[in-house]
């Protein structure tokens, strides 16, 4: 913000920003000041001063979500639901309004709050059982194992989960796709749709995004967008009023085009074009839209570490008896650390061009890894298929355990067993090593603060030379890549 202001004044200053543009800004904000009062009493005398129910607006909000819900298929005219009628309700979404409102709603991820965070909400499922009944409406994970006899019509709430800035980035090498990094999501549908009944999916979303597999498994399909608080707006549109007719129409457009593809580019042609959104009355079907499987988008993003000398910020460094020191980029020296009764050897040679990897010959229990103190954001490295990579050459095969562990912080990480990595036909011979980011971040590893992408820890005898080492998108899913239970 210092920046931005110091800059609008330097812009200001040499004619970039004209006066007269700034004066109109200020303009309208004291005009809406004006009309609501505030400089008629102090703020602390307003009659709505200390009363947190004066900020709820529950109408206007319920209101708000009715009309943007758009509508993208209705094939066989499923909605609105009648009075009556018995729905399966799933999906991990149908049940949670931490899921209706995302990132920076309470905490900055909205990720850790739950449905008592909200006191003045409801979720999907509480405005379906409010309009059908509590009886008409049963609640479940998934539609398996639930006889399709007791209900008539099954409705799904499914979509992103919450996010804010960089947990919710997509990085260019990943796809469109949201069964790419929701999985779950394409699961529920799948056992939805062999039921035989019809399938109502209530899609929750930021944005628009990838999502043919899903519609071809739905009977309707509703962008919800992120309704906030009020889930009870989503239900007024989708459920009849006491005559069967519809009691709210569908009134949203798209305001941006929905993606045809996977990876899609400015001059693809969009699934549902800019303004699309069907209302109760139309009856041309979508139908069964193409599937595209591209796993990735283009180059795979990468984020590099150490290649013939550190990629900062990121250092390598040797730790030994508790004491730490940077290995440097000295090419010419061999370092023997610590110098009194050393654990470590690092010498400079070469794996796939001339001084380009560094030989680590551990004499004692030591660590050799790369750290950045300022910590990388790494969760959408690993929602995009990422891999930590390293091209590495074994010149003495460990007799000893080799931890390979990725650092969060204190007392935060996680660690895998690559001694059969080391071992055997490894030596002498050079390999490309491909550790899932996605293993660490199952084992409990924090990977939205992640210090230490890369870390050997190991005893003597072992000897290995390493170079190349870097965070890699959308690398995870080949045969020579590490499996998490090693």
């Not at 909200?118 to 009886?135: H, M, T, V, Y």
């Not at 804010?164 to 939805?192: C, F, Q, W, Y």
């Not at 071809?216 to 399909?221: D, G, I, K, V």
């Not at 929602?383 to 080799?402: E, H, L, N």
Request: charged share 20%.
């Amino acid at each position: 913000m210092e920046v931005l202001i110091a800059n609008t004044i330097a812009q200001v200053k040499s004619g970039e920003i004209p006066q007269a543009r700034i004066d109109d800004a200020v303009t309208r904000i004291l005009r809406v000041k004006l009309r609501a009062r505030l400089w008629e009493h102090k703020p602390s005398a307003s009659q709505f001063a200390g009363k947190p129910e004066s900020l709820v607006h529950r109408d206007l909000a319920r209101r708000a979500v009715r009309e943007s819900l758009v509508l993208l298929k209705n094939d066989g005219a499923p909605l609105p639901l009648k009075k009556g009628q018995r729905v399966l309700l799933v999906g991990k979404s149908a049940d949670s309004i931490s899921h209706q409102t995302g990132g920076w709603s309470l905490t900055w991820q909205g990720t850790d709050n739950t449905n008592a965070d909200f006191p003045n909400a409801d979720s999907i499922a509480a405005g379906l059982r409010e309009q059908l009944g509590e009886a008409n409406v049963i609640l479940r994970d998934s539609a398996e194992g639930v006889d399709p006899a007791s209900y008539d019509v099954v409705g799904a709430a499914i979509g992103e989960t919450p996010y804010a800035e960089t947990n919710g980035d997509i990085v260019p090498s990943d796809t469109m796709a949201h069964s790419r990094r929701h999985p779950e999501d394409l699961a529920v549908l799948k056992a939805a749709a062999v039921t035989g009944k019809p399938v109502v999916t209530v899609f929750l979303s930021g944005r628009a995004l990838y999502a043919n597999d899903l519609l071809n498994l739905s009977s309707s399909f509703v962008a919800a967008w992120l309704p906030g608080t009020e889930g009870k707006g989503i239900t007024d549109v989708l459920v009849a009023g006491a005559d069967g007719k519809p009691a709210h129409d569908f009134r949203g457009k798209l305001t941006f085009p929905w993606p045809a593809v996977a990876c899609p580019n400015a001059d693809s042609t969009p699934q549902f074009a800019l303004d699309s959104g069907l209302r109760y009355g139309d009856t041309k079907p979508v139908g069964t839209l193409p599937e595209d499987a591209t796993a990735s988008c283009g180059e795979a993003t990468a984020l590099g570490i150490f290649k013939q000398s550190d990629i900062a910020p990121f250092t390598l460094q040797m730790e030994a008896g508790g004491a730490t020191q940077a290995v440097g980029n000295d090419m010419n020296a061999t370092q023997r650390w610590p110098q009194a009764k050393p654990a470590l050897q690092v010498a400079t040679v070469q794996v796939n061009t001339q001084q380009d990897a560094k030989e680590v010959t551990w004499l004692a229990p030591a660590r050799f890894f790369a750290r950045n103190p300022s910590k990388n954001n790494l969760a959408a490295m690993a929602t995009a298929r990422g891999v930590v990579q390293f091209d590495v050459v074994v010149k003495q095969a460990p007799a000893k355990p080799v931890q390979f562990t990725l650092g969060c912080g204190a007392a935060c990480g996680a660690s895998l067993d690559l001694t059969a990595t080391f071992s055997g036909d490894a030596v002498g011979r050079k390999q490309t090593v491909k550790v899932p980011l996605a293993c660490f971040g199952k084992l409990g590893a924090d990977l939205t603060g992640v210090d230490t992408p890369f870390s050997i820890t190991a005893d003597a005898p072992f000897a290995a030379a390493f170079t190349d080492i870097r965070v890699v998108a959308g690398a995870a899913d080949g045969a020579d890549v590490v499996k998490c239970a090693q």
